[in-house]
């Protein structure tokens, strides 16, 4: 697979902090060059109580000033696109469709070919109040 790699977010490496990561889909993949790799540094979705939902993305690279292109993508549409460069943060509110009881949401980041993230999707309930939230579990 050359430089594709999976990133698993885990607070120790230990054997059941790995797969507690796994399990509850805190990980990535990323295809980078031997110079050159991003990485997630934080992803978060949550709803809040106003029923929107709390996007959170940051983004850094191996190297300062990556230019990237950046999809945040709900239920396989994009909702959000943004050409920047590394390092790379963004906060925004999304309202999720009516209807809709549970929404995911996931990342892509181009930069010069191949490099590439992408992040497993996050599930968000669409009921406000107090949810978990989405980042390396304790």
């Given at each position: 697979?050359g430089n594709?790699?999976?990133m698993?977010w885990a607070?120790?490496?230990?054997?059941?902090?790995l797969l507690?990561?796994l399990?509850?889909?805190?990980?990535?993949a990323r295809?980078?060059t031997?110079?050159?790799?991003?990485?997630?540094?934080e992803?978060?979705v949550q709803?809040?109580?106003?029923?929107r939902?709390?996007?959170?993305?940051?983004?850094?690279?191996r190297t300062?000033?990556?230019?990237?292109?950046m999809?945040?993508?709900?239920?396989?549409?994009?909702v959000?696109e943004?050409?920047?460069?590394t390092?790379?943060?963004?906060e925004?509110?999304?309202?999720?469709?009516?209807?809709?009881?549970?929404s995911y949401?996931?990342?892509?980041?181009?930069?010069a070919y191949?490099?590439?993230?992408?992040?497993n999707?996050?599930?968000?309930p669409?009921r406000?109040?107090?949810?978990p939230?989405?980042?390396?579990?304790?």
């Open positions: 697979l594709v790699e999976t698993v607070r120790q490496k230990t054997m059941p902090a507690k990561s399990r509850e889909g805190y990980f990535y295809n980078n031997e110079r050159q790799s991003l990485t997630l540094e992803w978060k709803p809040n109580a106003s029923n939902v709390d996007v959170l993305l940051h983004v850094t690279s300062k000033g990556e230019k990237v292109n999809r945040v993508i709900r239920n396989g549409r994009v959000k943004l050409n920047s460069i390092p790379l943060r963004l925004f509110q999304d309202v999720p469709p009516p209807g809709i009881e549970t949401y996931r990342v892509v980041i181009l930069g191949p490099l590439k993230l992408v992040t999707p996050l599930f968000v669409a406000s109040g107090p949810q939230t989405n980042g390396p579990p304790d």
